[in-house]
């Protein structure tokens, strides 16, 4: 017999909810207001398609995020919910005063 599903508690999700919203703020302050060293992956899901750009903490964060998006990506193409696709991505610092992509093979950034 299967265990019936226990959903967390309504003041979990308010709180889930307002970290969320607190980390979505964060990100749309650091894009709307960069300041040097700022660093954020960008990723278009779809070539030629435009790009959407997530605000990272460091350079490792930046890989993990490329890592999973990239695989996100074979997950659906093997699933057949894209049917082909070519994308491109990758982790850029501010620097004066514009967004400049990174080797993410280097050790510093």
């Not at 990272?56 to 659906?76: C, H, N, P, R």
Request: proline share 6%; charged share 30%; aromatic share 8%.
């Amino acid at each position: 017999m299967r265990k019936a599903l226990k959903l967390p508690e309504q003041t979990e999700l308010d709180k889930a909810r307002a970290e969320a919203r607190s980390v979505l703020a964060a990100a749309a302050r650091v894009m709307a207001n960069p300041k040097a060293g700022d660093l954020r992956v960008w990723w278009v899901p779809q070539v030629p398609g435009q790009a959407f750009h997530v605000p990272v903490t460091s350079k490792e964060e930046g890989k993990l995020i490329t890592t999973v998006l990239a695989f996100y990506d074979l997950f659906q193409l093997s699933h057949n919910i894209k049917p082909d696709y070519t994308n491109a991505g990758g982790i850029q610092v501010y620097e004066g005063g514009e967004w400049v992509d990174i080797d993410e093979d280097e050790d510093e950034v």
